[in-house]
């Protein structure tokens, strides 16, 4: 069977999507003097890396970012690590952040990470939900959600040709 390739989401769509989603962050967090955006390895901390350069933009928010490793093919395999200090997650609001979420089992990993380190409030953002939930993961902030077929495959790509693609 030959592959098709779809372009569901344009360069322009994508980045208007990041826009949003970044204002509806800063709404529900202005009162904060400091968020954290946690990104998960691969097109989760790209999308991280995008959300605060608009967040800077429009907000006085003091904002970092780290990366979280989580092994998505086989999550027991290698334990969850982050790239900064977890003293720096002590009593800071978090808003998790992945590029796709399907059955919700990667963010759920990275919840019970977070959660294990004195957060204050954890939020999650995707830019796709693809609605295959096998754990209770909702995410608060979404840019696209997609109803697909269990053996397509969404494509984020934050770097080069930029836009969302369904393999099917």
């Not at 989760?44 to 989580?70: M, P, R, V, W």
């Not at 969850?80 to 759920?108: F, H, M, P």
């Amino acid at each position: 069977m030959t592959q098709v390739l779809n372009k569901i989401l344009t360069e322009r769509q994508v980045r208007d999507k990041i826009t949003r989603i970044a204002y509806e962050i800063y709404e529900n967090n202005f009162q904060n003097e400091e968020l954290v955006l946690v990104g998960i390895n691969g097109q989760g901390y790209t999308l991280a890396k995008l959300l605060k350069q608009t967040l800077d933009n429009i907000s006085d928010i003091n904002i970092s970012i780290a990366e979280l490793s989580i092994d998505k093919e086989n999550h027991l395999s290698k334990p969850v690590a982050i790239d900064t200090d977890e003293a720096n997650l002590l009593d800071k609001a978090i808003v998790l952040v992945d590029d796709v979420q399907n059955s919700g089992r990667t963010i759920s990993h990275g919840l019970g990470f977070l959660l294990k380190n004195g957060v204050k409030k954890i939020e999650t953002a995707v830019l796709v939900d693809r609605s295959h939930k096998s754990f209770p993961i909702l995410a608060n902030y979404m840019g696209y959600e997609i109803a697909t077929m269990i053996d397509e495959y969404i494509d984020v790509q934050l770097d080069g040709e930029i836009g969302v693609f369904l393999h099917s």
